[in-house]
Each structure stands twice: as structure tokens, then as C-alpha cells.
């Protein structure tokens, strides 16, 4: 495996993470965001992979530790008894960035998260990088890992890294926002289109030759613009994930999986789009994630998979409810011309 040249890696620790399975509902993602807005419980990542006819809907949260058990019974109480959710106390968050849709960068991260091996509770993707949920106790060896798999310029080895992060340890824990804001300012808007979405159950020991087949697709310049995943077990030994693969690309992605991963069966939707914000605080406030689902609710728009982290928030719809979903979400956030 050669290693790719990456700017950096960002750690947020101390978090609980969440893990939410029940069958389909248009109104639990806006209903449980809401509770936890309520509560002024900062939501520090998501993702969430709308159900189909076979599969439940599928919803992988963090909070910050000290939040989690109050998290878990409001969502326990919210939600009823007959809905599947786990809590994990010491988890953290990774994320490696610039990622630049590079399929070879997420390959080379499954690859070597698989041949650790170090289970993971959690993907989500925004423009920028890839954010991933460990447990805290695997994190400095996942660290180690991400040396192995990537070049850091900055930083030559992991000790290197790790000197750098203690100095601004205690500048990352303050930088958290405690204002509203009326209206949600908006950095930036990205929009892709012609999209296709696949999504598959994988167990976790077929990690690495998932990697593999993002590796594979490299060299035909096949571009990553999305991607969540969590576990549908507390022990994360299958992840459902959710990835989205431009329209043209569907015959070689096909062709990459069946070669790599003969047994499963991914399921392919035909012509979505993606969009994601950005924003200068969508990852240390509480509130944003709600205003959003809230906001497609009542449009009756539903997302079909939906990335929330680090500052982005990445959702994906029907190509043909682009265009409504953003007029409407302009009533909430700040959005530029």
C-alpha cells in the first residue's frame, strides 16, 4: 500500500456515541435532534441512512461524554422500547484531511484499520475530511495506524504529531460556541448532481477488501464525494454503509465490488444529488443539525443519507428535490448567493 500525502489529523475526545436502528419513521431524525437541542446537548457528529423496504433506518450519533447517558434516556424515552440503541461511554473522533474525494484515501484507511485490527463505530465525510468513531482505548494505536497508511508533512512520525496536539489540547476544548443564531451563517454551499447512491451491509472483516475496491478505483480518477456508515451491532461486526459515486462510474463500481466482494449485495439508487454546508460552527454548537431536519420535515423533503461533522453538514436527496430542499433551508440559515 503506498501512502498518501495528507495535511493533518484532528481528535476530538471524550464522547459518547450512540447507535439507533428502527424502522422507518419521516419524523424520528428531526424529533430526536430536537430533543437534544432542548437540552442544549451539543450533537458533535451524525450520520444517518434513511430505511428502505428491507432495512431499518439507521442513525450513528455523538455527544460529548459527560451528556451521554442523559442523550441515551431522552432518545430511549423518545423512541419506545421496541427501537434498537446502544451507548458506548469512551469513544473519540478522528478525522484525516484534505481527503479531495480521493478514493484512495478512504481505501488506504479501511485497509489499515482492517489489518490492526481496530473496530470502528462510525464514518462520516464532509468536503473536506473523513471522520471516523473509535474506541478511546484504540485511538493512539489508530493513530499510530494513520502513519503507516499517510504522509503528514507537518508532522514526521506520531510522536511528532502528538507533541503538536498537546499544545493546543486545552485551545481545541474551549473553542465551543454557547450564542444562537437566528439565522445560521453559511460559509459555503457545494452541490453535486448525477449521483448515484450504494449502499451495502458489510461485515466488519471484509473492511479491508471494501478499502481495496475504493483503492482499485483510483486509477480511473472516480471521485468520493460522500460516505456514512454504523454499526447495526453494538459490537460493530457489520456496518451498514452509504457512499454516493458519480452516475458515469456505475458500471466500474459494479464491476470493482462484485470482484472484491462477490457475496454482498449492495443496493443502488439511481439519480440523487448531494449538498453540504459549511459553516464556522456546525461542530461546537448545539441546534444546527435540528434546524435542518426540521426544515426538510416540513417540506416534506426526506434525506436519504446525511453526514454531519467536524464543520460541514453533507445530505443526500432525490436530484429532484435539490433545488426545493435549498429554497427552503434558506428560511434557516444564511446561505450566500
Given at each position: 500500500?503506498?501512502r498518501?500525502?495528507?495535511?493533518g489529523?484532528k481528535?476530538?475526545e471524550?464522547?459518547?456515541?450512540?447507535?439507533?436502528a428502527r424502522?422507518?419513521?419521516e419524523g424520528a431524525?428531526?424529533?430526536?435532534?430536537?430533543?437534544?437541542a432542548?437540552?442544549?446537548?451539543?450533537?458533535?457528529?451524525l450520520a444517518f441512512?434513511a430505511?428502505n423496504?428491507e432495512?431499518d433506518?439507521?442513525i450513528?450519533?455523538?455527544?460529548?461524554?459527560a451528556d451521554g447517558?442523559?442523550s441515551?434516556?431522552?432518545?430511549?424515552?423518545?423512541?419506545?422500547h421496541g427501537?434498537?440503541i446502544?451507548?458506548r461511554?469512551?469513544?473519540?473522533i478522528l478525522?484525516?484531511?484534505p481527503h479531495?474525494k480521493k478514493?484512495?484515501?478512504t481505501?488506504?484507511?479501511?485497509v489499515q484499520?482492517a489489518?490492526?485490527p481496530?473496530?470502528?463505530?462510525?464514518?462520516?465525510s464532509?468536503p473536506?475530511a473523513?471522520?471516523?468513531?473509535v474506541?478511546a482505548a484504540?485511538?493512539a494505536?489508530?493513530?499510530?495506524?494513520l502513519f503507516?497508511a499517510?504522509t503528514?508533512?507537518a508532522y514526521?512520525s506520531?510522536?511528532?504529531?502528538h507533541?503538536?496536539?498537546?499544545?493546543?489540547e486545552q485551545v481545541?476544548k474551549?473553542?465551543i460556541?454557547s450564542y444562537e443564531?437566528q439565522?445560521?451563517?453559511v460559509?459555503?454551499?457545494a452541490q453535486?448532481?448525477d449521483l448515484?447512491l450504494?449502499?451495502?451491509?458489510?461485515p466488519?472483516?471484509q473492511l479491508g477488501a471494501?478499502?481495496?475496491?475504493?483503492?482499485?478505483?483510483d486509477p480511473f480518477?472516480i471521485?468520493l464525494?460522500f460516505?456514512?456508515?454504523a454499526?447495526?451491532q453494538?459490537?460493530?461486526?457489520?456496518?451498514?454503509?452509504?457512499?454516493c459515486?458519480?452516475?458515469?462510474?456505475?458500471a466500474?463500481?459494479?464491476?470493482?465490488l462484485?470482484?472484491?466482494l462477490?457475496?454482498?449485495?449492495?443496493?443502488?439508487y439511481?439519480?440523487?444529488?448531494l449538498f453540504?454546508l459549511?459553516?464556522?460552527?456546525?461542530g461546537?454548537?448545539?441546534g444546527?443539525?435540528?434546524?435542518?431536519?426540521n426544515?426538510m420535515r416540513?417540506?416534506?423533503?426526506?434525506?436519504?443519507?446525511?453526514?454531519?461533522?467536524?464543520?460541514s453538514?453533507?445530505v443526500?436527496?432525490?436530484?429532484?428535490e435539490?433545488?426545493r430542499?435549498?429554497q427552503?433551508?434558506?428560511h434557516?440559515?444564511?446561505?450566500?448567493?
Amino acid at each position: 500500500m503506498d501512502r498518501v500525502r495528507l495535511g493533518g489529523i484532528k481528535i476530538a475526545e471524550g464522547r459518547s456515541h450512540m447507535v439507533i436502528a428502527r424502522p422507518a419513521d419521516e419524523g424520528a431524525l428531526a424529533d430526536i435532534t430536537a430533543r437534544l437541542a432542548a437540552e442544549r446537548i451539543n450533537l458533535t457528529q451524525l450520520a444517518f441512512m434513511a430505511a428502505n423496504r428491507e432495512q431499518d433506518e439507521a442513525i450513528s450519533l455523538c455527544v460529548e461524554r459527560a451528556d451521554g447517558f442523559t442523550s441515551y434516556f431522552l432518545i430511549k424515552a423518545l423512541l419506545g422500547h421496541g427501537d434498537r440503541i446502544h451507548l458506548r461511554e469512551d469513544a473519540n473522533i478522528l478525522a484525516i484531511f484534505p481527503h479531495d474525494k480521493k478514493t484512495v484515501v478512504t481505501g488506504n484507511l479501511l485497509v489499515q484499520l482492517a489489518a490492526m485490527p481496530i473496530p470502528v463505530y462510525g464514518f462520516a465525510s464532509t468536503p473536506a475530511a473523513m471522520a471516523f468513531v473509535v474506541a478511546a482505548a484504540d485511538t493512539a494505536r489508530a493513530i499510530d495506524g494513520l502513519f503507516d497508511a499517510f504522509t503528514f508533512p507537518a508532522y514526521p512520525s506520531p510522536f511528532d504529531w502528538h507533541a503538536a496536539y498537546q499544545g493546543q489540547e486545552q485551545v481545541l476544548k474551549e473553542i465551543i460556541c454557547s450564542y444562537e443564531e437566528q439565522v445560521i451563517k453559511v460559509y459555503n454551499v457545494a452541490q453535486e448532481t448525477d449521483l448515484d447512491l450504494w449502499r451495502l451491509d458489510l461485515p466488519a472483516a471484509q473492511l479491508g477488501a471494501l478499502g481495496t475496491v475504493f483503492q482499485d478505483l483510483d486509477p480511473f480518477g472516480i471521485r468520493l464525494p460522500f460516505l456514512v456508515a454504523a454499526p447495526l451491532q453494538e459490537t460493530a461486526e457489520v456496518l451498514r454503509l452509504t457512499c454516493c459515486f458519480a452516475r458515469s462510474a456505475a458500471a466500474r463500481v459494479e464491476t470493482c465490488l462484485a470482484e472484491r466482494l462477490p457475496h454482498l449485495q449492495p443496493i443502488r439508487y439511481q439519480s440523487v444529488a448531494l449538498f453540504s454546508l459549511v459553516g464556522p460552527h456546525f461542530g461546537d454548537r448545539h441546534g444546527i443539525t435540528h434546524a435542518l431536519a426540521n426544515a426538510m420535515r416540513k417540506a416534506t423533503v426526506t434525506p436519504l443519507a446525511m453526514s454531519c461533522a467536524m464543520h460541514s453538514v453533507s445530505v443526500v436527496v432525490s436530484e429532484t428535490e435539490l433545488d426545493r430542499t435549498l429554497q427552503v433551508l434558506s428560511h434557516s440559515f444564511q446561505i450566500p448567493a
